[in-house]
């Protein structure tokens, strides 16, 4: 059942998207700020951690996941350090995805060509 509910959500959640950039002037950038954005705000009403736990993958591959990791990361930073663990904490959830991204894109250029 799980997989029916990630392929629900994340279907949604793209399906969202593709409706802003079709009907909409946004461009993918803005689409993709305002998702990371959707993210946050979501975690911080509570709404993200459970679509999570009921769809597993199909919430956590998202870009809203990274909003949701930015604010978790800022949470946990602030509870630990207070006012400047708000700044140091940011990253903290996040370094694993960012750092992934760079590695696979560096690695990725060196396999395909972009065509003419």
């Not at 949470?75 to 760079?102: P, W, Y």
């Amino acid at each position: 059942m799980i997989f029916i509910y990630a392929f629900l959500i994340s279907g949604l959640f793209c399906m969202v998207a593709q409706i802003l950039l079709e009907n909409t002037k946004l461009t993918p950038g803005h689409v993709t700020s305002l998702f990371t954005a959707l993210g946050a705000g979501l975690s911080f009403l509570g709404i993200y951690p459970k679509l999570i736990e009921i769809s597993g993958a199909g919430a956590t591959i998202l870009i809203s996941n990274f909003g949701h990791l930015l604010y978790q990361g800022v949470i946990e930073g602030f509870h630990q350090n207070g006012f400047l663990g708000l700044f140091s904490g940011m990253l903290t959830k996040s370094s694993l995805a960012i750092a992934s991204a760079v590695i696979f894109a560096f690695l990725f250029s060196f396999t395909f060509k972009p065509k003419d």
